[in-house]
């Protein structure tokens, strides 16, 4: 018989599953120790790292993008001086070192402002070729290394003029917490600037002078490993299949200092869609690597633990081999020995009785068996229908092998290792939630100042006198500007002068009212405006709508739970799942924390972060927009939140692996015991009522075998049986005629 047929190899694949997964149990549920670092603190510095990246990427882009789209709204205006040109561009945008205006042709300077810059890096290269004018990193005499964007300033009858703007390679402005570090690293593995190393003036003592130094030697040899990682692809550098941040991050272990261990993640700059949108940014090489000292865990696995895994194991061990005992006594020995007798009896031999089992199907066959002995002329054969009597089919054993199994899948998935409110959560992930919730609102904020001084930007071109004209500047803005959903002109009457995009809404020109306003309660979605006085019209504004849909997509971030923007009255205006406009947070403390976070503090409102025990365990932080800008004081909130559940920590991995084993034994159950039952189970009742109607009598129905196993070879063996009886039937029903044809011929 084939290897593969029959009732040997499903459960042979049950025992080699159950004796497999009770290694794995008492792998997994007994000596897995603690960890130096959490997984899931190392998960979230790898994060915060992601966030810097993408801060960084943001910022670099947004200041090269502005700068490119200012240069050709002055060129596709009036002729103004370079010096007018600076001044402007100084007061709209605050994000340049230094700027400089000189002539292409001469090469002399026209204007300046800040720092001053450098001009012997150019060259033929930089401004003519296929790469002209690309933004370059040129390094300073100080040492410090800056991004220069170049952009031509065409005016007509006017010699070309090149506008060189000076940004640094700084650290995003954000709250790293204590103790944390970052650092923005070139492609060789230099560290190009660094943020939150104490000066070593500030400190107190030798030892802590001694430390800094430890976690800056750290820093550096971390950041060129890191540089070293983030130069492979970013599909090579990820598993297949998987996907997330968009460029290559990941996480680093260092030296332990003083029982605390330095932890990095970093991140290259990338795109956040490389196939549709480019980042100048992405192309420059730099990775962001984070840093942050951690406790070393102490907890070690103790003997009981050891002894635990090895307890769960042995009770698999002893079910299952009491569940393959089952299956072999009440189905795999009557189907062999079936097997057997059926062969005899299609060979002629009928000397001995049937081998009946005692119960089932087997019983059934048996039974039958031994009536078409006595059919065939075996001696002490029945050929009668013998007494009816009740038995029990193979679904009871294949029942009680699945209650065995049961026995210890169901207590070890549900009942084993569960966690409750009590769980201890590392005081890191507290503190990185309201890091990182403070990082997004900042990213959020100066979204907003930035939508802002793009409108001041535009106003400044606008000609309110010929609605044109305005109409078709604005079109091209909201083209240029994917964050609005609509912009349009008011005057001071409340009238729209000229607009493009969608419908507009309501702008009441107060002095009270912020430039950045919402409105909208109870449409579909909140309504956000941004103004910009136009110059020289009073009472003129130029308004555009931010979509929601752009406000949400600076709220994504991996590993960070729920994000929503709400405002003063705890009421949502955007977020990273779906929401309704205005609808109150879901947790009753998460509106307390937002009041609580908006509380004026010395500087002003400060973050926080606490953990919830209220059924489970919530991480929530709030984060109160703070800083620069006219998004400063309207009174906004970052709220995120998320289920520490889905942290990677000790006492939920040990859950995660009790389910997994429980699910990994019900799995073995259903193809091993759903094998049996289709593949011999099934087959060996229609065989067993094929016997009983060839015994009854039925010798016109042929018996086709199934399968190419033993219940396929006992039905061989009954259509050969039907043979016998046939051409036995034709010879009787001969011989009873003869006779009587010789009685007539006398």
Request: with cysteine.
């Amino acid at each position: 018989m084939p290897l593969l047929g029959g009732i040997r190899p499903p459960i042979a694949v049950l025992c080699v599953l159950i004796l497999a997964l009770a290694g794995l149990t008492a792998k997994v549920l007994g000596p897995s120790g603690e960890p130096v670092v959490p997984k899931a603190v190392l998960s979230s510095q790898k994060h915060f790292a992601e966030d810097g990246a993408i801060a960084l990427r943001a910022s670099i882009d947004e200041r090269i993008t502005d700068l490119r789209r200012t240069v050709a709204a002055l060129n596709a205006g009036k002729p103004a001086e370079p010096e007018q040109v600076l001044s402007d561009l100084g007061k709209t945008y605050q994000k340049w070192t230094g700027t400089t205006i000189l002539d292409l042709k001469s090469g002399d300077v026209l204007a300046a402002r800040g720092e001053r810059i450098p001009l012997a890096w150019l060259d033929k290269e930089v401004l003519t070729g296929k790469h002209a004018l690309a933004p370059r990193m040129v390094r300073l005499e100080t040492g410090d290394v800056r991004l220069m964007t170049m952009a031509v300033l065409d005016f007509e009858d006017r010699p070309q003029q090149l506008l060189i703007a000076s940004n640094s390679l700084s650290v995003p402005a954000i709250n790293l917490g204590p103790f944390r570090t970052m650092a923005v690293v070139a492609q060789d593995g230099e560290v190009l600037a660094t943020a939150g190393f104490e000066q070593s003036e500030a400190l107190n003592s030798d030892k802590q002078r001694e430390e800094l130094s430890f976690l800056q030697k750290q820093m550096s040899s971390l950041s060129e490993q890191a540089a070293e990682h983030t130069a492979e692809h970013p599909v090579s550098a990820k598993e297949p299949g998987s996907r997330g941040y968009p460029g290559v991050s990941g996480t680093l272990l260092g030296d332990d200092y003083n029982g605390r261990v330095a932890t990095a993640g970093y991140a290259s700059l990338a795109s956040s869609d490389p196939e549709e949108k480019k980042s100048v940014a992405a192309g420059l090489g730099l990775t962001v690597v984070a840093m942050l000292p951690v406790v070393q865990q102490q907890g070690g696995v103790g003997p009981d633990r050891e002894l635990f895994g090895l307890i769960a194991a042995g009770a698999l061990v002893v079910l299952g081999l009491l569940a393959a005992a089952v299956l072999w006594m009440s189905v795999q020995r009557p189907l062999l020995r079936l097997f057997l007798e059926s062969r005899r009896l299609a060979r002629g031999d009928l000397t001995r009785p049937v081998s009946v089992p005692r119960w089932g199907e087997a019983a059934r066959v048996g039974t039958a068996l031994e009536r078409l002995r006595g059919q065939l002329g075996g001696p002490g054969g029945t050929d009668g229908v013998p007494g009816g009597k009740v038995r029990l089919g193979l679904r009871v054993p294949l029942a009680v092998t699945a209650v065995l199994l049961l026995l210890w899948c169901v207590p070890v998935g549900l009942l084993l290792n569960r966690t409750d409110g009590s769980v201890s959560v590392p005081a890191t992930m507290v503190n990185d939630q309201r890091d990182r919730t403070d990082l997004v609102a900042d990213r959020v904020r100066r979204a907003l100042n930035e939508a802002q001084a793009d409108l001041v930007s535009t106003s400044r071109l606008i000609d309110v006198g010929d609605p044109d004209a305005t109409a078709a500047r604005l079109k091209d803005a909201l083209r240029e500007h994917t964050r609005y959903q609509a912009l349009y002109v008011v005057d001071d009457t409340g009238e729209v002068v000229a607009r493009a995009g969608g419908d507009p809404h309501d702008w009441s020109d107060g002095k009270d009212l912020p430039l950045i306003r919402v409105s909208g309660k109870g449409e579909r979605k909140p309504v956000i405006q941004a103004g910009a006085p136009v110059p020289e019209h009073k009472g003129t504004t130029l308004v555009g709508e931010v979509r929601v849909e752009f406000l949400n997509s600076l709220l994504k971030r991996p590993g960070l739970g729920e994000v929503r923007v709400v405002n003063a009255d705890a009421e949502t205006l955007a977020a990273s799942g779906g929401f309704l406009a205005f609808e109150d947070l879901p947790n009753n403390a998460l509106p307390d924390l937002v009041r609580a976070g908006n509380v004026p503090v010395g500087a002003g409102p400060v973050e926080n972060g606490l953990l919830l025990r209220d059924g489970g365990v919530t991480v929530a932080a709030a984060a109160p927009f703070s800083g620069g800008g006219v998004a400063s004081d309207i009174g906004w909130t970052v709220v995120s939140w998320q289920d520490a559940e889905h942290f990677q920590i000790t006492p939920y991995e040990r859950e995660d692996r009790s389910v997994l084993a429980g699910l990994l034994g019900l799995a073995a159950i259903v193809v091993c015991l759903g094998w049996v039952y289709l593949v011999v189970a099934r087959p060996l009742r229609a065989l067993a009522a094929g016997a009983e109607k060839l015994a009854d009598g039925d010798l016109k129905t042929v018996h086709y075998p199934r399968y190419q196993d033993e219940v396929g070879a006992i039905v061989r063996s009954l259509e050969l049986i039907r043979q016998q009886l046939q051409a036995r039937r034709q010879n009787q029903a001969r011989r009873a005629a003869e006779p009587r044809l010789g009685a007539g011929g006398r």
